[in-house]
């Protein structure tokens, strides 16, 4: 059921976009943007809007949405702490403060696309996460009533009534969350984000690399392949492509994520699977699936086997990966036996060792950089942007008051420990999974320094 599916993105695989120029001698900036992916492209639109006269260049090393941005599964979130448990283990005196900004994150994302006529199938409808283990049904119900202290709209359903919804014989019970996010088409989002760019008079250089970084009295000299940027100021949005800031690439864990997208599916398929409300839904383990339905009735299937390589390498094309996806998918839903998939690709995640974000300033504040969303980037870059021009204006806002803000996570160790580490954690939560959720000695001493594996 493989064989015949592309090895490309389906979200850009039919687009016919605009080429930018790569960046050919020497210019000047008020704000240089590095990284035209979500973060990039917000920050750039949101400095030109406060200040149109601002001028601003954004640059990336690929093309436009080559990334995260374009490779992701669509899923949209409100949350900045990768989801609510995790956020109250690690911020609770912080969590009320937290949500209210991602609430409103969200909002301002949903009327910037309403208000520049964003045709990117947004649609809000929240998401369920299932439990397909029977330990992982008292974990739902004690995420129900976590949701609930905070005012959360939750619905805990048992079996049957999950079954009744989503239709999966591995299903043992649903927590459905509604009002906290929903799915998106992220090419059309980037897109549509790009026109008003264009509109707003952002200079956008594309196939330009950052080679350096180096102050020249009150401006930061930044030299690419071809040219140079004499900036006022810099933003760096890489995320888990290598930072010009050397220093930052500690912080930054490049996993590799695959995904599968079917064909579309006939009228009697589609009625097999319920799903009135097209919700966006993950499973309940440590290596743990995300699945949608998406434009055309397909189905989108991604996750569970996220991969680091030595050194960060890796491919958008992994067959090992895309057959266990596959094989996950039937055993997901065997009504679906014989439909075949048309789309096969894989990108990188740029986690961070507490899966969430991580902010700052070099070169006497004249730089700045938001980096590490770990898989829940498409709702967080607009915030993270926001943080990093908080920054460079030396704002005092609710935002860089933040612990999450001003504390940075614990550093990955270089290579060649580095894939040691992480293959050996990587086998603890596979063996947590195995043994009802229970976490080993590793684990625990992890979760015991802040490391954010318990997520």
């Not at 990336?60 to 409100?78: E, L, P, Q």
């Not at 509109?199 to 594309?206: H, K, N, P, T, W």
């Not at 800031?245 to 589609?270: I, K």
């Amino acid at each position: 059921m493989l064989k015949d599916a592309a090895p490309r993105v389906f979200w850009t695989a039919d687009q016919t976009l605009p080429a930018y120029p790569p960046l050919h001698g020497r210019t000047t900036a008020d704000l240089l943007v590095v990284g035209a992916g979500f973060t990039g492209l917000w920050a750039a639109v949101l400095a030109k809007r406060e200040n149109p006269a601002c001028d601003v260049v954004l640059v990336d090393a690929h093309t436009v949405g080559f990334g995260a941005t374009g490779r992701n599964g669509g899923f949209i979130s409100d949350s900045l702490t990768h989801g609510l448990t995790h956020g109250v283990h690690r911020w609770p005196g912080e969590m009320e403060l937290l949500l209210a900004l991602g609430r409103e994150n969200l909002a301002e994302i949903a009327a910037f696309v309403a208000e520049h006529r964003i045709d990117a199938d947004l649609r809000l409808v929240g998401k369920t996460n299932v439990a397909v283990e029977p330990y992982q049904v008292d974990d739902l119900r004690r995420a129900e009533k976590l949701h609930r202290e905070y005012g959360e709209d939750v619905t805990f359903l048992g079996r049957d009534e999950m079954r009744s919804d989503v239709d999966s014989p591995t299903y043992l019970a649903g927590l459905r969350i509604r009002g906290t996010g929903g799915v998106v088409d992220p090419a059309k989002l980037a897109w549509g984000m790009l026109r008003v760019a264009g509109d707003l008079g952002i200079r956008i250089y594309e196939n330009t690399t950052v080679t350096g970084l180096d102050r020249a009295g009150p401006a930061v000299r930044v030299t690419t392949g071809t040219g140079v940027v004499q900036a006022r100021q810099v933003l760096l949005a890489t995320n888990a492509f290598p930072a010009p800031l050397r220093r930052l690439r500690h912080f930054v864990l490049p996993v590799w994520d695959y995904v599968l997208v079917t064909e579309p599916l006939d009228a009697g398929r589609r009625a097999s699977l319920n799903w009135p409300e097209g919700q966006g839904i993950t499973d309940a383990g440590n290596q743990f699936h995300y699945y949608r339905l998406i434009r055309d009735q397909r189905v989108l299937f991604g996750g569970y086997d996220a991969v680091y390589n030595f050194g960060g390498a890796g491919s958008d094309q992994r067959a090992g990966s895309h057959r266990l996806l596959a094989r996950h998918f039937y055993e997901t839903f065997p009504q679906l036996e014989g439909v075949r998939f048309t789309h096969r690709w894989g990108g990188m995640i740029d986690s961070t060792s507490r899966f969430t974000p991580f902010f700052g300033t070099a070169m006497g504040g004249r730089v700045a950089y938001a980096l590490g969303y770990t898989g829940l980037g498409v709702g967080a870059s607009r915030f993270g942007a926001l943080v990093g021009l908080d920054l460079l204006a030396r704002r005092s806002t609710p935002r860089t008051g933040l612990r999450m803000v001003r504390r940075h996570p614990v550093p990955f160790p270089p290579e060649p420990l580095r894939w040691p580490v992480v293959e050996f954690t990587r086998r603890a939560l596979a063996r947590a999974d195995e043994n009802e959720g229970r976490r080993g000695p590793w684990l625990r001493v992890l979760d015991r320094f802040g490391i954010g594996f318990d997520s």
